[in-house]
């Protein structure tokens, strides 16, 4: 990843700590994205800090602005920031959480995407890279408004890709299974966290799709279920 800029949204959570160590350290020049981000939490002379609200249109397109005037280009964007409501059925469901599923796992997608894509399309180059969930493809009660959000998530993605195709600018998304970050640990501690998707697989998995590697793989909705296959 040397000379390549990577902007990384949710760069400081449980899965973004893991996914932007890993892009540092295969030299890429790191834009760190959260609503909550500081320079200190990543101490490496390739990192820098971008505090917005991305699931806002104003915001995204100022982030855009502000990323591209200070580092110049993005090359790859890794949309990992999200969030989980689940428990209620559909019957139960208020549309409240609905709302706040679709904002924080579609629309911030949407908008981010929309925010950089004109200046891949320009350097016709890019990498696309967006964290999904298995509830997207696997139904489970009490999961209703996450899933659709997630599974709209995947659809977006695919549509990324086949509008970029002809333009060097590849767009997958990651399917995972529940992984070992210490928020699920702190919500579910008596679960079988053997069973869990280990982070650092993922970030893996992101990184070689953002390289050279990667580059003929566009449009894929890539499973990572581990031992619950």
């Known amino acids: 990843m040397q000379g390549r800029t990577a902007l990384i949204t949710g760069a400081n959570g449980g899965l973004g700590n893991q996914v932007t160590q890993t892009f540092l350290a295969a030299g890429a020049t790191v834009a760190g994205v959260s609503l909550d981000i500081r320079q ?51 019957a139960e469901e208020d ?20 925010a950089f894509l004109p200046h891949m399309r320009q350097a016709a180059s890019g990498r696309i890279i967006a964290i999904g969930s298995r509830a997207a493809e696997t139904a489970s009660p009490g999961l ?24 060097g600018i ?33 970030a893996s998995l992101i990184l070689w799709l953002a390289g050279d590697g990667g580059a003929q793989v566009s449009g894929a909705a890539i499973p990572v279920y581990g031992r619950d296959v």
Do not use: C
């Not at 209703?144 to 333009?167: G, P, Q, W």
């Not at 970050?181 to 697989?201: E, K, L, S």
């Open 40 to 90: 200190s939490d990543f101490p490496d002379p390739n990192f820098t800090a971008f505090m917005s609200d991305i699931s806002d249109s104003a915001s995204a397109m100022k982030l855009a602005k502000e990323v591209i005037g200070k580092l110049g280009k993005v090359d790859v964007l890794v949309h990992l920031a999200g969030g989980f409501a689940g428990g209620k059925t559909v």
């Open 95 to 114: 549309e409240a959480t609905l709302d706040r599923m679709l904002d924080i796992n579609l629309r911030s997608a949407f908008l981010i995407f929309r």
């Open 144 to 167: 209703a408004a996450y899933a659709l959000s997630k599974a709209a998530l995947v659809s977006l993605v695919r549509t990324v890709a086949a509008e970029n195709k002809d333009l």
């Open 170 to 202: 590849t767009a997958n998304v990651i399917l995972p299974g529940t992984m070992d970050t210490p928020g699920n640990r702190a919500g579910m501690p008596d679960a079988d966290r053997g069973r869990w998707i280990n982070p650092q697989t993922v």
